[in-house]
C-alpha cells in the first residue's frame, strides 16, 4: 500500500503476556517513529530508527519495551509482561526527511492494545 | 525540556464560520518547526499545516492559516469556513530538529450543522 501499515489494529491480551506490533512504512522512508498515545492525550515518542539502528529509545518506559527494525524497513514493536497501563494506541510513523529538517510525519492508523 | 500547551480542550463552531484553536510552546531554541495534525475518528494523523520558525510570514493552506508568534511562543491555528469534515482532534506539535518531535495534548473540534 501507499501508506504506513499497523498490524493488528486491534489487541487484547492478559495481564502478563507478550505482544507484538508490526509497522510497515512508506517505501522508501528512511526515518520511522513509535509513539504511544493513551485515552485523551497527545502521542508520547517513544523511538526512532534512522535506518536499521535506534538512533534514540529514550522514550521507552522500561525495559519491558524493545523495538527492532532490522532491514530497514518494517518495524516490530514489543512488549514483555504486559501491564494494565500499557493500555494504549500504539502509533508508527515514518519520514523520508533525515533528521533535523523538520519534515513531514506519516502516520498509520495506529494498533489499539487492551490488556485486561 | 520543550513543552507543548494547547488550553482548549473541546471547541465548537457552527459550518461556514471561523474558529482558531490556541496553541503555546517553550524552548531555548532560535530554529524549529511547528506543526498542526488532524486526527479524525479514523485515528489516523493526517499533517494540516507546517511552519519553519526562521519564516516571519505565517504559512496559508486553502482555509487553514497560522498566526506565529516568535516571542511569544504562540502557534495559532485558524480555520475559515469550517466544515463538517473538520470535526477531528487537533494536536500542535514541534521539532527543534532532532528528530523529536513533542506534541500537546490535541484540542477535540467539534463542527455543527
Known amino acids: 500500500g501507499a501508506g504506513v501499515s499497523q498490524t493488528p489494529s486491534n489487541k487484547v491480551t492478559e495481564k502478563g503476556k507478550y505482544v507484538e506490533l508490526r509497522c510497515d512504512p512508506i517505501s522508501g522512508h528512511t526515518a520511522l517513529y513509535w509513539y504511544r498515545q493513551s485515552l485523551g492525550q497527545g502521542p508520547e515518542f517513544l523511538i526512532y530508527f534512522q535506518g536499521t539502528g535506534a538512533a534514540d529509545d529514550s522514550g521507552l518506559p522500561n525495559d519491558r519495551f524493545f523495538a527492532v527494525r532490522p532491514e530497514g524497513s518494517v518495524s516490530t514493536l514489543k512488549i514483555q509482561r504486559t501491564e494494565r497501563g500499557d493500555s494504549a494506541v500504539y502509533l508508527c510513523?515514518?519520514?523520508?526527511?533525515?533528521?533535523?529538517?523538520?519534515?513531514?510525519?506519516?502516520f498509520g492508523e495506529g494498533s489499539r492494545l487492551t490488556v485486561l | 525540556a520543550q513543552t507543548v500547551t494547547q488550553s482548549q480542550p473541546e471547541m465548537s463552531v457552527q459550518e461556514a464560520e471561523t474558529v482558531t484553536l490556541s496553541c503555546t510552546y517553550d524552548t531555548s531554541e532560535s530554529n524549529y518547526y511547528l506543526f498542526w495534525y488532524k486526527q479524525p475518528p479514523s485515528r489516523q494523523m493526517i499533517l494540516v499545516i507546517r511552519?519553519?520558525?526562521?519564516?516571519?510570514q505565517n504559512a496559508t493552506e486553502n482555509r487553514f492559516s497560522v498566526n506565529f508568534q516568535k516571542a511569544a511562543k504562540s502557534f495559532s491555528l485558524k480555520i475559515s469556513d469550517s466544515q463538517l469534515g473538520d470535526t477531528a482532534m487537533y494536536f500542535c506539535a514541534f521539532e527543534d530538529g532532532t528528530y523529536k518531535y513533542i506534541f500537546g495534548t490535541g484540542t477535540r473540534l467539534k463542527v455543527l450543522a
Open positions: 511552519q519553519e520558525a526562521y519564516k516571519q
Open positions: 510513523a515514518s519520514s523520508l526527511t533525515l533528521a533535523g529538517v523538520g519534515g513531514e510525519l506519516f
